[in-house]
């Protein structure tokens, strides 16, 4: 199946995880082409500039990582008066396009009506967006929008996503999950193909493309070619690349287990400057969770080899040590 126009693929936004030095290192190894911030909870009130920048410092450099792909500010909440105007201070703040969580499923977030509860409310939903999309109209910025399938079924899905098109969104990314369905698999990407038959806004497939094959098969089943890609972000940056050089007709470059480790250890290196070392130790054991995920047995090696270590440098050295001897 051939794409109209260019397939966009983008880093999808991952709170406690998709920092800015993640999204440098992910989007430096090319073919990505957006990613979006952590989300910005927001209740009342305004927050101040140095919120949204603590979360997204590229706002800082035009909304972009340093070489150059644009980064979208995610704000969550449910409040469209709130919603609205902290869309205002996050352009004001540097932010070329705002989007909008409807998909969270953290229980917290989802008893203040905040992320995928929301969609329990097509009425509600349409408010919260059409108003930060009346705000920003004045600011000339787009507001984009990411659902799950619906809080505990598909009863509204296609409501949902006919409510968020005419309030005003420009682009949509579909988990093609229930926030009941968690992160469990398989996603549903028939429902994707569903939701782009009643919106008339690019439409991006999410959940579960895990490898290139996995990408052909959700275009298969979706006809969606745009891709938002999350956990495969970091368990493949080169994914994305691949994607397009499979589009292009070219040779797909391979990866494996072992250049992902040597990627991990270069994260630890750049990552160092900002957090403590008990940090940096607990993210490095969230990234090997991660690729267990992906790599099989050899990430639960590495996994198991590390999952008790408390100090950095064993840590590296375990690393350093897989890589130099595994296959000896
Ligand atoms: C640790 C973690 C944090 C996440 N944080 C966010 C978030 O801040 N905003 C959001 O819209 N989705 C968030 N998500 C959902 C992902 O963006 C994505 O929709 C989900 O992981 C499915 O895609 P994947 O199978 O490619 O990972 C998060 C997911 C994970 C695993």
């Known amino acids: 199946m051939k794409a109209k126009s260019p397939v966009l693929v983008a880093v999808a936004p991952m709170e406690g995880v998709m920092d800015a030095t993640t999204r440098h290192l992910i989007t430096r190894q090319g073919g990505w082409d957006f990613c979006v911030t952590e989300f910005l909870r927001v209740t009342q009130g305004r927050q101040p500039a140095r919120v949204f920048h603590r979360i997204c410092p590229e706002l800082r ?13 995610q704000l969550l909440g449910s409040d469209p008066q709130a919603l609205a105007a902290n869309a205002e201070v996050g352009v004001k703040a540097g932010a070329k396009v705002i989007d909008l ?17 929301m969609l329990r409310y097509p009425d ?20 984009t929008a990411k659902m799950r399938l619906g809080y505990d079924d598909t009863e509204l899905t296609l409501d949902n996503a006919r409510a968020l098109n005419a309030a005003g969104i420009s682009q949509l990314v579909v988990h093609a999950r229930t926030r009941a369905q968690g992160y469990k ?18 439409v ?67 990552d160092a400057q900002f957090y403590e070392e008990i940090v940096r130790v607990m993210r490095v054991k969230q990234w090997l969770v991660m690729f267990r995920l992906r790599w099989g047995e050899e990430a639960k090696t590495v996994f198991d080899a590390c999952k008790r270590l408390t100090n950095e440098r064993d840590l590296i050295n375990n690393l350093e040590d897989y890589l130099l001897f595994a296959d000896s």
């Open 185 to 202: 698999p398989p996603a549903h990407w028939e429902w994707v193909a569903r939701i782009a038959e009643v919106v008339d806004v690019p």
């Open 101 to 117: 969580n409807y998909g969270c499923p953290a229980k917290i977030v989802n008893r203040h009506l905040g992320g995928a509860s």
């Open 204 to 270: 991006f497939a999410n959940g579960d493309i895990w490898t290139l094959a996995d990408y052909q098969r959700c275009v298969a089943v979706s006809g969606v070619h745009h891709a938002m890609l999350g956990r495969s972000s970091m368990t493949n940056p080169w994914l994305a690349k691949q994607i397009k050089q499979h589009l292009a007709g070219e040779e797909v470059e391979q990866v494996d287990f072992k250049r992902m480790l040597g990627f991990l250890l270069e994260w630890l290196k750049l």
């Open 124 to 143: 509600r939903l349409y408010d919260a967006t059409h108003a930060v999309a009346q705000a920003l109209k004045a600011l000339d910025t787009p507001v």
């Open 61 to 73: 450099q035009n909304a972009l990582t340093p070489i150059g792909v644009p980064v979208h500010l």
